[in-house]
Nanobody
């Protein structure tokens, strides 16, 4: 049994900052990549950022404002969000491409999401 648990969401004013955390737990064999997606009401889920051992990726809409990082010892990924805009309001979902000790097969796993609201 593997879980991804997000934390750190909340209400913040435009221009403010927020840091999201996502911890993977359970019988993990290996993690290849972790990332963050978001979904605003009425819109499709979109990739915000992801990180592997050697590279990072950011959506153009957040480039320069968001920073993704990873703590391999804790199986945790972080998303530091600066200069937040109302358009960033969404449910943010953690994603991990990882394998379990039961399957030894890499697949996508998802957290249940954390709400980020940017409003004055």
């Amino acid at each position: 049994q593997v879980q991804l648990v997000e934390s750190g969401g909340g209400l913040v004013q435009p221009g403010g900052s927020l840091t999201l955390s996502c911890a993977a737990s359970g019988s993990i064999f290996g993690i290849n990549a972790m990332g963050w997606y978001r979904q605003a009401p009425g819109k499709e889920r979109e990739l915000v950022a992801h990180i592997t051992s050697g590279s990072t990726y950011y959506a153009d809409s957040v480039k320069g404002r968001f920073t993704i990082s990873r703590d391999n010892a804790k199986n945790t990924v972080y998303l530091r969000m600066n200069s937040l805009k109302p358009e960033d309001t969404a449910v943010y979902y953690c994603n991990a491409f990882m394998s379990t000790t039961m399957t030894l097969h890499y697949a996508d796993y998802w957290g249940h999401g954390t709400q980020v609201t940017v409003s004055s």
